[in-house]
């Protein structure tokens, strides 16, 4: 049986007899904060529409068993569905609207004092299950336990939730009453195509087509379909480039090229906006997709973040950074930072910059680096660390980079860019206006920063700005030694992390010798991959080991900081030196290496 059917959020979770559950098989909740923004932009601007039905696409649910339907296809949709309802429960909760409250929890669970039951909506993904029961409650407290009462620490799935969470409230937390009615309205109205499956077999299948098929490559095929009206056979290979450049993400680089040029531009407006564009009488289908190439040659660059493919670009552009591989190699750094934090969104305004670069006198370059540097410290800050979602500055960059592209004196861009210090900070207030304070950093810091294998690649990077930052002056050139390149494969690292208290002494009962004391920051170096394996478990055999001999920490300048600093504290290294370490490094992050 396959029974597609078009229905409301309210039609979907209305039921009380019927429970969502994901099954094993489907990979765990993976929404970050781009794709929570483009949904909220979404149901926002739905929402100030009376004239707009916002679309979700299709759900595909197993519904053999009569009360616990599989979600096969929409896992990602309906997690921030629930997770919208709760934050806007909590809203309408600190505003006394206890009906809007009751309301809203009739869409995540059942609640019964007389049974004293409390049946979810939905039993989600493993990754996130414990920390969603305890927020989707009725009772919640609004606090983020880290443990559960066996002990069980709940430190992962709080450090996936609460930044969604929080991204949701802080977005509508100034709504009046009636405004925030209006929201709930929208978003129960809101729609979608569930096709409901009752075997194996159909549920497979439906879920490959589908999936082969999504919102990306849909956007792509109705820009395709229009450009290639034009019946122009010179589009046809300059077209298979742009599709090649955008590395399976053609709906984001086609919405990134628009921002360059056009500033903020909601995903569901796009094709509209490019149709309307294309068909003025004043522009040119050919000039339209000459432009839209060389951008997407600069997005490719930007995902491929290597060095070699950021000269090649600077080459191709005439842009003359090459010149010095000091400055390659800085622009390659903060690109491959970005990309790790998995900002984006920034790719327009630095494609606009480049091109002011291009058209103007190409001085300052050292300036223009620095910006691009603060970029990255900014998003460091409040993006990795502090857990605040890119719309804080989203659309402040769409407009600059519109403002830059339409400024064909160069006035504004130098404004923003390289020539006059008063002004120049116009921009780097903006982003100091928004920067987290430091109490909040270095409180999240030691929170966020711990070791595993998904923090592999952020306590390298970590590592290698605090390697390369020396006496307030930043290494560079020849000097600069790379901990952190994604280039790089993992069987041709450098460099391995090391537990100075060894996993080995883990105990989960005893809190001085726990996961959580052992994985944070301060219990963590980063050191030659040949030292690694010679240590022994001993930390004062280690230290002592360390000591005797450069080779065993190699080039890396930080580690003779490391053991001056904390030699009082290595035969009683421990919870406190930890800890103590860890804020240590918290602050030495926020007040020198990331500051601006």
């Not at 009488?281 to 339209?288: A, L, R, V």
């Amino acid at each position: 049986m396959i029974n597609p059917e078009k229905k409301t959020i309210d039609n979907i979770l209305s039921s009380s007899k019927l429970n969502y559950t994901v099954p094993e098989y489907q990979r765990s909740f993976d929404w970050g904060k781009e794709e929570l923004q483009e949904f909220l932009d979404d149901l926002n601007d739905a929402s100030e529409n009376s004239e707009r039905d916002l679309f979700l696409g299709n759900f595909i649910f197993d519904v053999s068993n009569e009360n616990v339907i599989e979600i096969v296809d929409g896992q990602q949709r309906l997690t921030t569905i629930s997770l919208t309802f709760i934050a806007l429960r909590e809203i309408a909760r600190e505003k006394n609207e206890l009906e809007i409250v009751n309301e809203c929890q009739n869409y995540i669970g059942v609640y019964s004092a007389i049974r004293k039951t409390n049946n979810l909506k939905f039993n989600l993904s493993k990754n996130i299950r414990d920390i969603y029961k305890i927020i989707a409650s009725k009772n919640w407290d609004g606090k983020f336990p880290e443990k559960l009462e066996d002990g069980t620490s709940l430190k992962k799935q709080i450090n996936k939730i609460r930044p969604l969470f929080n991204a949701i409230k802080d977005r509508f937390k100034n709504h009046s009453t009636e405004k925030l009615r209006k929201l709930l309205e929208t978003l129960l109205d809101t729609y979608v195509v569930t096709i409901e499956v009752d075997s194996d077999e159909s549920k497979f299948a439906i879920f490959e087509r589908t999936n082969a098929r999504g919102l990306d490559l849909n956007i792509g095929d109705l820009v395709k379909n229009h450009i290639f009206s034009y019946q122009d056979k010179s589009i046809n290979e300059k077209w298979d480039e742009i599709v090649t450049n955008a590395q399976g993400n053609l709906a984001k680089m086609l919405k990134y090229a628009w921002i360059s040029k056009n500033g903020h531009v909601m995903q569901s407006k796009l094709y509209r906006e490019i149709k309307h564009y294309v068909g003025k009488p004043e522009n040119n289908i050919n000039s339209y997709v000459d432009e839209l190439l060389n951008f997407s040659k600069f997005y490719s660059m930007f995902n491929d973040a290597c060095e070699s493919s950021t000269k090649e670009w600077l080459v191709d552009n005439k842009i003359y950074f090459h010149e010095i591989q000091y400055n390659v190699q800085e622009i390659t750094r903060v690109i491959q930072a970005l990309k790790l934090f998995r900002v984006t969104q920034i790719i327009p305004l630095l494609y606009s910059i480049f091109t002011h670069y291009k058209r103007s006198n190409q001085k300052n370059k050292d300036k223009l680096i620095s910006l691009f540097q603060t970029f990255e410290k900014y998003h460091f800050t409040n993006n990795i660390i502090c857990g605040r979602v890119a719309n804080e500055v989203e659309k402040f960059y769409a407009n600059s980079a519109k403002a830059i592209s339409l400024d064909k004196e160069n006035e504004l861009a130098e404004n923003i860019i390289v020539t006059d210090r008063e002004k120049d900070d116009k921009f780097i207030n903006h982003l100091k206006s928004k920067k987290a304070k430091r109490d909040e950093f270095t409180s999240q810091f030691i929170d966020i920063i711990y070791y595993s294998k998904r923090n592999v690649p952020i306590i390298n990077y970590l590592f290698d700005r605090i390697n390369n930052k020396r006496n307030s002056k930043k290494i560079t050139g020849g000097n600069y030694i790379t901990i952190y390149d994604p280039s790089i494969s993992y069987q041709k690292r450098n460099y391995n992390i090391e537990h100075l208290l060894s996993q080995k002494f883990l105990n989960e009962k005893d809190e001085n010798f726990n996961s959580d004391v052992i994985h944070q920051i301060g219990n963590l170096l980063v050191i030659p991959y040949h030292t690694n394996s010679g240590l022994p478990e001993k930390m004062e055999e280690k230290i002592e080991k360390i000591n005797s001999d450069k080779k065993y920490i190699g080039n890396l300048r930080y580690i003779d900081d490391f053991l001056k600093k904390y030699d009082d504290c290595f035969l009683t290294w421990g919870k406190q030196s930890i800890e103590k370490r860890s804020l240590d490094l918290a602050k030495e992050a926020y007040d020198s290496i990331w500051f601006f």
